[in-house]
């Protein structure tokens, strides 16, 4: 018995040596797909709503609602050059409370390897006003946006967490950030929208029958710090441009990728 696990195990182990000397060989050709995983944490922790954390100011604080909009994906090679995503292919609401919003998959990416990805939190000023016939899909206001959007300023909200915490003051001990403000408004406001630049620890071989995974970790408690410790007893609520710019710089540095799945 022994010996016919450890007969299998050498195989197993030659089997794979030889996968990953052929996948070498193999040039990367053609076109790809490429599969980005926004994990949500909590610093090294998992992110789950109603687990209790503590936040940067020490105040505990338990999350009921996360949502946030990325949008406008670039993948950069390590010379520099770019491929642009199509960008209508690119606006996505990811939202803990719907299992597989986290998971984007971009296709046709000419082949090769990708050393970092780029990409906004929010939706870019020129989509933000457009017709609504060209925001459709995560974008459409009366759809899934309808609980991202501020009709009373045209513009969507990028970012939001809300939850309760014994350091609120408010009425249930609420907490509610929503993030927004893209910019453009008659009169002048806040633009909110930060362009995320990741380096990739491992490149992301892309190609013709490959399916890598980029496993990004989005850490929603650096949101609440870095550069700016937010206290829930302080403010406890935000849902004006003005006022979350602050924010805005906090979530600027929450994303990271922790890993890559070549397959
Ligand atoms: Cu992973």
Request: hydrophobic share 35%; net charge neutral; glycine share 8%.
């Amino acid at each position: 018995m022994k010996n016919t696990k450890s007969i299998f195990a050498v195989f197993m182990a030659l089997s794979a040596l030889f996968s990953v000397s052929s996948c070498k060989k193999d040039k990367l050709k053609g076109k790809g797909t490429v599969k980005l995983t926004f994990d949500s944490r909590a610093g090294n922790a998992n992110f789950a709503y109603g687990t209790e954390y503590t936040n940067a100011a020490g105040e505990k604080l338990t999350f009921t609602k996360l949502q946030y909009y990325v949008s406008n994906f670039v993948l950069i090679k390590e010379d520099g050059s770019e491929y642009v995503v199509p960008q209508e292919l690119t606006y996505r609401l990811i939202d803990e409370g719907v299992a597989g919003s986290e998971v984007i998959t971009l296709p046709d990416i000419p082949a090769g390897e990708y050393t970092k990805v780029k990409f906004i939190v929010g939706v870019d000023s020129l989509r933000s006003t457009m017709d609504v016939s060209k925001r459709t899909g995560d974008l459409d206001p009366a759809g899934k946006a309808a609980d991202m959007y501020w009709s009373w300023n045209s513009g969507y909200i990028f970012f939001k967490i809300e939850g309760t915490s014994p350091a609120s003051t408010r009425t249930g001990n609420v907490f509610m950030y929503h993030i927004g403000g893209y910019g453009g408004y008659s009169t002048p406001t806040a633009n909110n929208i930060r362009t995320i630049t990741l380096t990739s620890p491992n490149a992301i071989e892309i190609g013709e029958g490959r399916a890598p995974e980029v496993h990004i970790y989005a850490d929603i408690l650096e949101s609440l710090k870095t550069p700016t410790t937010i206290s829930i007893a302080n403010t406890a609520v935000v849902h004006m441009p003005m006022a979350a710019t602050t924010f805005a710089n906090n979530y600027a540095d929450m994303f990271k990728i922790d890993h890559v799945h070549n397959e």
